[in-house]
């Protein structure tokens, strides 16, 4: 990699934006530091190397103006880097997924009030739809001729499909040890998936270094991140409004990278200094698998520093050992009395066939991972049963179908007479 500033653009070339590229974004903020500096695809802070966010000023916004926008992620347009006119080009309008009362799984946890939020009913079947929607739009306004990513399946799905509908080659790397529906997933919409012998890891320190390399690539989650990154904030915004405008007491989330978790939150702060919801405390709790669990590891330890590990999880969608948002996971988990707690790969099976048993919703591994939590936060006490809780379900289980193949199957194989149904007791 070209040290650590990764551009789109080779330094004698100057980027021109247009006016209103980037919505009502005004700049780039680091995270550690707080140095702002222009708008443009950039994601490290040049004064300490901390990651960076988009600043905003929101001016005013209205429940009423985003109640009469489109029942996809653009109805918060106002609130994203994205231009006015986002939804004239070809995207996937995500988003505006079904928030789901789970009155049975309530019953079988023990909880007074529980929903799903449930994202598997995103273009491509998971919550990346929208992270990638707003890079896309960022990729358009610098002028990227690729649009590419490094990815645990379901962000490759949704940068190769996002990109076909949009018209731009994209180029999508994922560990080679991935399951086969998820490079199928990918690769039905591209020519250009590439299988890499490696952990996830391995294959995000090559993206960065072609990112380096390649003026004009767009990697979403690379040099593109803090636009990108700002997609996972819809969904709480729709949680919020979806409740009718108020925030949850309790919301449990995936953390793979972490990125999700830290937008969620911000955006539920959003809405609250906008106006748009009353403050209250809101508990925000993190799952991950045993197999890759470097940021429950930091919490139980008590300690602030994330220890990569090499993941070896069914989890594939959440194993990366390296997270870029860990430390802000820690934060968020540990200023709002939640907690990051972690799951073997038993209950993570378990869970997905309790989620589908109990509300008729099919989850991958990542959701397996988040309702399993649940499940322990509730039995050890983390979680209070008797407050309002969110769980987010963030992609779905036809993609991971091996994970629960051996779990569940045909009762019984009979002859086609009403002799052997009745003799196979089913009846
Ligand atoms: C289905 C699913 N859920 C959750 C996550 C975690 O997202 P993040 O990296 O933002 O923590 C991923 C990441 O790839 C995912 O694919
Ligand atoms: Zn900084």
Redesign the pocket.
Same mark, same amino acid.
């Given at each position: 990699m070209n040290g650590a500033f990764v551009s789109l653009t080779t330094p004698d070339q100057t980027l021109t934006l247009r006016d209103g590229a980037f919505g009502r974004a005004t700049c780039l903020r680091c995270r550690e530091c707080g140095a702002t500096r222009d708008l443009g695809p950039h994601y490290a802070c040049y004064e300490c190397f901390g990651p960076l966010e988009i600043g905003y000023d929101f001016g005013t916004v209205t429940r009423e103006q985003i109640e009469a926008g489109p029942a996809n992620i653009w109805r918060y347009k106002a609130l994203l880097p994205v231009p006015d006119d986002i939804e004239s080009s070809p995207n996937l309008e995500p988003g505006f997924t079904r928030l789901l009362e789970a009155r049975n799984l309530a019953a079988e946890l023990g909880l007074t009030k529980l929903w799903v939020k449930d994202d598997s009913t995103n273009p491509t079947n998971?919550?990346?739809d929208r992270v990638v929607a707003c890079a896309l739009s960022a990729a358009r306004e610098f002028g990227s001729t690729v649009f590419a990513c490094p @990815?645990? /399946?379901? !962000?490759a799905n949704a940068v190769a499909a996002a990109g076909a509908r949009a018209g731009i080659r994209t180029v999508v790397f994922i560990p080679s040890d991935l399951e086969t529906p998820k490079q199928v997933n990918s690769a039905i919409f591209t020519d250009n998936l590439v299988a890499v012998d490696g952990t996830y890891d391995d294959v995000n320190k090559l993206a960065s270094e072609i990112a380096g390399e390649d003026p004009g690539w767009a990697f979403v989650n690379v040099n593109v991140r803090p636009f990108y990154a700002e997609g @996972?904030k819809t969904l709480g915004y729709e949680i919020a409004e979806q409740l009718g405008w108020r925030l949850p007491d309790q919301v449990v989330i +995936?953390? %793979? @990278? /972490?990125?999700? !978790?830290t937008k969620v939150h911000k955006a539920f702060r959003e809405l609250v200094e906008l106006g748009l919801v009353e403050d209250k405390p809101c508990r925000i709790f993190g799952a991950q698998a045993q197999g890759c669990n470097p940021v429950a590891t930091a919490y139980k330890d008590g300690v602030d520093a994330i220890r990569p590990v090499k993941p070896d999880t069914i989890a594939k @969608? !959440?194993a990366?050992g390296n +997270?870029a948002?860990g430390v802000y996971v820690l934060d968020i988990a540990r200023a709002t009395d939640g907690a990051v707690e972690e799951v073997d790969d038993e209950q993570i099976r378990d869970a997905i066939v309790l989620l589908a048993r109990t509300e008729g919703i099919f989850t991958?591994t %990542? /959701?397996g991972t988040t309702v399993a939590v649940l499940k322990k936060l509730v039995e050890t006490g983390q979680l209070d049963p008797t407050l309002e809780t969110v769980v987010i379900n963030?992609?779905h289980g036809l993609k991971t179908l091996d994970a629960v193949a051996g779990s569940v199957g045909p009762r019984a194989t009979i002859a086609p007479t009403y002799d052997a149904f009745t003799a196979a007791g089913i009846a």
């Open positions: 998971s919550f990346k @990815s645990t /399946g379901n !962000l @996972s +995936p953390v %793979a @990278s /972490g990125s999700q !978790l @969608s !959440l990366i +997270p948002d991958e %990542a /959701g963030t992609g």
